[in-house]
């Protein structure tokens, strides 16, 4: 099986570009849209502002949902402070320190984009001396530097400026020769661009899936409640997410991780052992592995009360939720895992 790997680190450039904290993912959703068409996919959008892409199978009385999301992690303002600094609340977990330093994107409710910088209120050793080395980073002292003419509120806010206007990191997506995958909002863009990568697949190789196949990109996951349609057809549900890698954890960057549970409970040892099976039988390197700090799209499914089985797979991710990383090996056994999933 030979996946175009070029086609999905390219793609995972491309949607890097365009800012998707929870809440304000517009643009990426029509950007995944336009792809999915693209590669000759329906697609519907949700209330909410999610995408769907459908590919009928053999059976079209049992559908499977495969899901990812575009969301990411973000800021936005909280307070726009007397000095001309902007006070900002978290979209998502995250450390403040992994933003420390991090130029930014502030986007207006017009549209307008400012640039600036994640700072400590303290930051300079020369005139605080050892506070910046030793303080706790927090929402209290963490500000954003304005690259504007600004000393005060006032002229932040006739530049367009008001609370509650997202704020997006700059992500330094870095591909290297030998296959890593360095950058910001692996968690999921990575997955997007692996259920791209299947779908392209899909279409080169003539592919009519065992059953109807819904990709579900989901655009309010980190912030726990992405998905909200699911047909009365669909039996299973598989969340493609990250698998975390690092101190205690199995996965690794390079295998495709499958949980066995997160923190929201254990995942069907059934469904679990399908999935299983089906790398041991085509030779795909997996791992499966627990996450206790995070729930994923499928879980949240869970909790919904539908009798629909759910699984979560996905690549392998050092330093999650952080400047994060992993390697094409990892994206192209997920997407073999699932590629031969759908064909049954």
């Known amino acids: ?43 519907t959008e949700t209330n909410k502002g999610a995408v769907i892409a459908t590919v009928k199978g053999k059976n079209d009385n049992v559908h499977k949902i495969i899901s990812a999301h575009i969301d990411t992690l973000g800021l936005m303002v909280k307070e726009i402070k007397s000095n001309g600094r902007l006070k900002l609340n978290q979209l998502g977990g995250f ?44 929402e209290e002292n963490m500000e954003v530097r304005l690259d504007e003419n600004v000393s005060n509120a006032d002229e932040v806010k006739k530049l367009g400026i008001e609370v509650g206007d997202f704020v997006s990191a700059e992500t330094r997506t870095i591909v290297t020769e030998n296959g890593y995958i360095k950058s910001r909002y ?25 059953y109807t196949t819904h990709f579900y990109i989901s655009n309010y996951e980190e912030v726990g409640h992405g998905v909200s ?31 066995s549970r ?13 999935l299983t099976d089906i790398c041991q039988k085509n030779n795909i390197d997996y ?33 999650t939720h952080h400047y994060e990383r992993t390697h094409i090996k990892s994206l192209e056994n997920t997407a073999k895992l699932l590629i031969k999933y759908i064909e049954g």
Request: glycine letters at 8%.
């Open 229 to 259: 349609v699911i047909t009365d057809q669909t039996d299973e549900f598989i969340a493609i997410d990250i698998g975390t890698v690092g101190k205690g954890q199995n996965s690794t960057e390079f295998a495709v991780s499958i949980a």
């Open 95 to 138: 450390s403040w320190p992994s933003v420390e330093g991090e130029n930014v994107r502030i986007k207006t409710s017009e549209g307008k984009i400012y640039t600036g910088t994640v700072l400590p209120d303290m930051a300079s050793v020369h005139i605080f001396g050892d506070i910046p080395r030793t303080a706790v980073r927090t």
């Open 262 to 274: 997160d923190a929201f409970g254990p995942y069907d040892f059934r469904f679990r052992k399908k």
């Open 186 to 210: 692996l968690d999921d863009k990575a997955a997007v661009a692996i259920v791209m990568g299947i779908c392209r697949y899909i279409k080169e190789n003539s592919i009519i899936p065992a």
């Open 287 to 319: 791992r499966v592995d627990m996450y206790n700090r995070y729930g994923s799209d499928a879980s949240k499914v869970a909790q919904t009360g539908k009798d629909v089985n759910y699984a979560l797979v996905g690549p392998g991710v050092d330093a």
């Open 1 to 43: 099986m030979k996946i175009d790997s070029e086609y999905m680190t390219e793609y995972i450039k491309k949607i890097m570009k365009t800012d998707s904290p929870a809440g304000d993912t517009g643009e990426a959703v029509s950007e995944v849209k336009k792809e999915f068409e693209k590669l000759g996919l329906k697609c």
